[in-house]
Each structure stands twice: as structure tokens, then as C-alpha cells.
T-cell receptor, first 116, second 109 residues
Framework: DTAVSQTPKYLVTQMGNDKSIKCEQN?????MYWYKQDSKKFLKIMFS???????INETVPNRFSPKSPDKAHLNLHINSLELGDSAVYFC???????????????FGSGTRLTVV | QKEVEQDPGPLSVPEGAIVSLNCTYS??????FMWYRQYSRKGPELLMY????GNKEDGRFTAQVDKSSKYISLFIRDSQPSDSATYLC?????????FGKGTTLSVSS
């Protein structure tokens, strides 16, 4: 049973389209994250939710909108996709938000987004 | 200056070699230090975790943190071809983990 699962694994779409990526964790963790990994493998935090509440919102274009219907799910919706949005998007979870760095994160296997 | 600096490599070593991977950082508030391993087309997985300064050993892996120098290291002894992956350092002052760019390691048999 996968701990953090993301769908889809691959997504190829045209510029200007709107797309969503879904993430679910079955670890009972309170906190979930979206990270973006660019072509140079650099992982950068985008958002974090704790128990459905947004707690981290880095400098990300407002075309990106996260949604957390419950603490086990965190989805990412992207409007008006651009070429520069091509990357691998990772969902992760951790037990707690405070001192979250103390627990380490469990990552999903990523969604490879290609915008053409 | 980026918060976390890591040489991306690539680093190529023969099987059995000792590997040293390093990161430097600028934020003195960081107190949680981790190493993640990422295989190609997979998500990162936690390898080692250290709180504050000191050493931690787990099998062939040793993590070291020197807060006075703002420098962390991961040593891999008796490296194996299965260790070929990208190694990412990560650290936190208490909120989100900040990652280095990762070092790509290749161990040849």
C-alpha cells in the first residue's frame, strides 16, 4: 500500500490549459506539502497544509492553487499552463507542522509535467 | 548566496570506495539536518537525520554536522553500485525543509 500516492504520474499538456494533480497519504500525517523539482533536480517548497489549513505559501504564481479537502488529501490545480511550469511536482507529508523538519518527510513518486 | 549550497557533481567512484558528500549553509537557525537519496524517476527517501551538531552512523552511512562551520557531510563506506543515485541534503529551522541541489553519484562495478 503506497504511503503517499500522486496521480497522474505523467502529464503532457498544451500551453494555456488548466490541469490538476492529486495527492493522497495514508500515513495519518497532519501536514502535506507540494514541492517543485526543476530540470537541475532542485527541490523547492511551494505550499504546505496542516490539517486542511494553508501554513506555507512561497512565492508561487497565483495560477497555482492548492486545495486540501481533508488532511489526507492535497491537490494542486494549475491554470493557464506555461512552458516554464514543466517540472516534476512532488507531494510529501510529515507527522506534524511545528518543527516539521524534525520528522522528515515522506515523498510521493512525483508527477512529471510537460507543457508543450 | 543561496541558503543551502551543494556541489551537483557528477561524482564517479569505483565500487568499494569511500564517498564524501557535503553541503554548506548560511542560516544559523537551521537545527535539523537530513540526507535524502533519490533514484532516477523516484521520489526522495530519507536516509539519515541529525539534530544539531554531531555524528550519526547507520551501517555504511555516517552523517556529520558542524554547526560552527555551517557544514554537513555524508560518508558512504564500501560504496556499492546500488548507491548510485542523487543525494540531497536538507535542513530546517523548524518549518519547511530547504534542500540542496543534490549530488549525483555513480558507483561502477
Amino acid at each position: 500500500d503506497t504511503a503517499v500516492s500522486q496521480t497522474p504520474k505523467y502529464l503532457v499538456t498544451q500551453m494555456g490549459n488548466d490541469k490538476s494533480i492529486k495527492c493522497e497519504q495514508n500515513l495519518g500525517h497532519d501536514t502535506m506539502y507540494w514541492y517543485k523539482q526543476d530540470s537541475k533536480k532542485f527541490l523547492k517548497i511551494m505550499f504546505s497544509y496542516n490539517n486542511k489549513e494553508l501554513i506555507i505559501n512561497e512565492t508561487v504564481p497565483n495560477r497555482f492553487s492548492p486545495k486540501s479537502p481533508d488532511k489526507a488529501h492535497l491537490n494542486l490545480h494549475i491554470n493557464s499552463l506555461e512552458l516554464g511550469d514543466s517540472a516534476v511536482y512532488f507531494c510529501a507529508s510529515s507527522p506534524k507542522p511545528l518543527r516539521a523538519g524534525a520528522y522528515g518527510y515522506t515523498f510521493g513518486s512525483g508527477t512529471r509535467l510537460t507543457v508543450v | 548566496q543561496k541558503e543551502v549550497e551543494q556541489d551537483p557533481g557528477p561524482l564517479s567512484v569505483p565500487e568499494g570506495a569511500i564517498v564524501s558528500l557535503n553541503c554548506t549553509y548560511s542560516n544559523s537557525a537551521f537545527q535539523y539536518f537530513m540526507w535524502y537519496r533519490q533514484y532516477s524517476r523516484k521520489g526522495p527517501e530519507l536516509l539519515m537525520y541529525t539534530y544539531s551538531s554531531g555524528n550519526k552512523e547507520d551501517g555504511r552511512f555516517t552523517a556529520q554536522v558542524d554547526k560552527s562551520s555551517k557544514y554537513i557531510s555524508l560518508f558512504i563506506r564500501d560504496s556499492q553500485p546500488s548507491d548510485s543515485a542523487t543525494y540531497l541534503c536538507a535542513m530546517s529551522a523548524g518549518t519547511a525543509l530547504i534542500f540542496g541541489k543534490g549530488t549525483t553519484l555513480s558507483v561502477s562495478s
